[in-house]
């Protein structure tokens, strides 16, 4: 059974920072699945945040991210990091992080569907 646990989230003004850290633990040799961030805003559908291959050579970012978060993971620790710099109103909401269901998947995982085990979220507030 694969346990992630989320942590890092907060209250912040915009234009802060946050780093987020999921933490895996189970079974799995996490070291051989891409991992992800996903967000869920209040009223809204879980969107995809960026995502990070197995061997962290491969990443990709929602267009709303993009230059001003960055994803980084160490595998020694099953540890995966989210680094959010000039945040906005619109980052409010609760992330979560996932596994790939496919180990060593030749393309980046992105979509919700390709990830099979989810975190309990950690809530990110950032006021105007």
């Known amino acids: 059974q694969v346990l992630l646990v989320e942590s890092g989230g907060g209250l912040v003004q915009a234009g802060g920072s946050l780093r987020l850290s999921c933490a895996a633990s189970g079974r799995t040799t996490f070291s051989f699945y891409t991992m992800g961030w996903f967000r869920q805003a209040p009223g809204k559908e879980r969107e995809f945040v960026a995502s990070?291959?197995?061997?962290?050579?491969?990443?990709y970012y929602a267009n709303s991210v993009k230059g001003r978060f960055t994803i980084s993971r160490d595998n020694a620790k099953n540890t995966v990091y989210l680094q959010m710099n000039s945040l906005k109103p619109e980052d409010t909401g609760v992330y979560y992080c996932?596994?790939?269901?496919?180990?060593?998947?030749?393309?980046?995982?992105?979509?919700?569907?390709?990830?099979?085990?989810w975190g309990q979220g950690t809530q990110v507030t950032v006021s105007s």
């Open positions: 990070m291959s197995w061997s962290g050579g491969d990443t």
């Open positions: 996932a596994v790939d269901r496919v180990p060593g998947r030749p393309r980046l995982a992105t979509g919700a569907a390709d990830f099979g085990s």
